[in-house]
C-alpha cells in the first residue's frame, strides 16, 4: 500500500482501483490465474487508467517497487486498466511485464 500511495502522490492524479483483493472463489471465476492469482494474495492492483497516465504509470511502476506490470490498453477507455504488483519469485517469475 505504501509503495502505491506513494507512486498516486508522484502523478498528482487519482488512481481508480477497478480491483484489488479478490477471494480465491471469486478470482478463479473472474481470472485464469485461478485461485492463486495474484489479486488472491492481496499484494496487486488494478487501476483505470489509459493514454498519457498509463505511460507515466508504467514508466515509473519498476522505479517505486512495483515488480509485475500487466496492460490493457485496447477497447473502449472506460475499460482499460494497469495491474501493479510486488510479488516475487519462485512462486510468481518476476520482474515481469505483460499486456492482456
Known amino acids: 500500500m505504501r509503495k502505491l500511495?506513494?507512486?498516486?502522490?508522484?502523478a498528482g492524479f487519482p488512481f481508480i482501483v477497478t480491483s484489488a483483493y479478490r477471494?480465491?472463489?471469486?478470482?478463479?471465476?473472474v481470472?485464469?490465474?485461478?485461485e492463486r492469482g495474484p489479486h488472491v494474495t492481496g499484494r496487486a492492483i488494478d487501476i483505470a487508467v489509459s493514454h498519457e497516465r498509463a505511460?507515466?504509470?508504467?514508466?515509473?511502476a519498476v522505479e517505486y517497487g512495483f515488480t509485475g506490470i500487466?496492460?490493457?490498453q485496447k477497447?473502449?477507455?472506460?475499460?482499460r486498466f494497469i495491474h501493479l504488483d510486488d510479488l516475487t519469485a519462485p512462486d510468481y517469475p518476476r520482474?515481469?511485464?505483460w499486456s492482456y
Open 70 to 72: 500487466g496492460v490493457n
Open 5 to 10: 500511495v506513494t507512486l498516486r502522490e508522484a
Open 31 to 34: 481470472s485464469s490465474t485461478g
Open 23 to 29: 477471494c480465491p472463489e471469486h478470482n478463479a471465476r
Open 55 to 60: 505511460l507515466w504509470v508504467v514508466s515509473r
Open 75 to 79: 477497447g473502449a477507455v472506460n475499460f
Open 95 to 97: 520482474p515481469n511485464l
